[in-house]
Every structure is written in C-alpha cells, then in structure tokens.
C-alpha cells in the first residue's frame, strides 16, 4: 500500500506534490490549484520537465478528465471526504497490519521535549503499536476517536502524535508510505467499526 493522496483523473494511488497553490499528479501531471475563493480549479500542467497531463509516464494520453468530477471536487471538503473513502477501500483492501520505523520524542509537560530514539510503530485493525526505548504502549482505536497530525512539526516533516494521560508521543518516519492524513482517515473508521462491536 501507497497510502498516498488520490489523483482522481489516474484513479489510483499516486503521489502529489503540494504547493501553495495546490497539488499536482506526478504521474499524468493534472494539477488543482486553490482560487481566491477557496475551491479547486482543475488546470493543466506547465512543468515540461517532468511528466504532464499530455502524456502520462508510459507514453500514452492521460485519461480523459470527467467535468463532472471537476464540480464533485470543486469544493474542498467534498475532495477531502473522497480521498477519506479512498483511505478506507484501500485499508479495506489488504492484509490490514502495517509496521513502519520511526523515531520518536515525547512531550510530557511544557519543559520540553524528550528524545526517545528510533522504533516502530505497527497499524492494525485493533490499535496503533508503539515499540520504543525498550517499552510497548498500546493505543487502541476503540477508545481513541482520531489521531493529531502535523505535516511540518519544527521543520522536522511529518508526524502523528499518540497521546497517554502522561505524554505525547511525536511519531516521525522517512518510509515511503508514513502519510498522517490516511491514518488519521483509517484510524477514524476503525473507530467507527469498533463501536458497533461495543
């Protein structure tokens, strides 16, 4: 699994790239940038160096693009809610456990941050695994609605935050496929599922 951000003319996993204007698909090169009023206008590409919406990355013509999408996906929270059921179809879709390597620091008041080193951090259909410093904490999605994300926390990238009643745990990884937005997504639903159990 990708976990990527879903281009919706290549419907499929493909990584973008965010802007302040927008984002892009690496693969065909179509490109949504945000207008003054806050929508998503669909807009072609203009980088000739890099793949664009004239020709995808085999060579051949990119899909063509549905308007009817363009009005679906004008809005952005009506984009955010597709890209949250293509999280969910693509969690529903696989062997549903994934293990990336992280490292983490902790917050446990307002001093300062603890760095905690490098571990793992395991996905599963019943809890967030967090192996760290010798210890195991587990944080079952059954008692925790959603997940923090930050996408930039002090320049260091990416992260999800797990929290206890006594810390906060920064969780930061380089893998590929660490996204903070499809967790968050998958991590909402598998506490959704879990309430029709309890």
């Known amino acids: 699994m990708n976990h990527d951000i879903q281009c919706d003319i290549m419907m499929g996993s493909i990584m973008t790239v965010s802007d302040r204007e927008g984002v892009q698909c690496k693969i065909c090169g179509a490109k949504w940038k945000l207008t003054p009023l806050g929508e998503l206008e669909y807009v072609r590409s203009e980088n000739k160096d890099a793949v664009t ?14 308007k009817y999408h363009e009005e679906d996906f004008r809005s952005i929270p009506s984009w ?9 179809n693509e969690w529903n ?17 307002s001093k300062g941050f603890i760095d905690c080193g490098k571990g793992t951090l395991e ?9 760290v410093a010798d210890q195991q904490l587990v944080f079952p ?6 997940v923090q994300t ?11 935050v797990l929290s206890t009643q006594d810390n906060c745990y920064y969780i930061y990884s380089k893998d590929s496929h660490f996204n903070p937005t499809w967790m968050q997504f998958v991590g909402e639903y598998l506490y959704q599922q879990s309430k029709k159990f309890f």
């Open 93 to 109: 879709s696989s062997n549903q456990e994934i293990i990336y390597s992280i490292y983490v620091e902790a917050l446990p008041n």
């Open 123 to 131: 996905f599963n259909q019943d809890a967030f695994i967090l192996n």
């Open 150 to 160: 930050e996408y930039n926390y002090k320049g260091k990238g990416m992260c999800i």
């Open 53 to 66: 919406a004239d020709k995808s990355a085999d060579g051949k013509e990119p899909p063509v693009y549905d």
């Open 80 to 88: 955010y809610e597709w890209e949250r059921s293509c999280a969910i």
């Open 141 to 146: 999605h059954r008692i925790r609605e959603s």
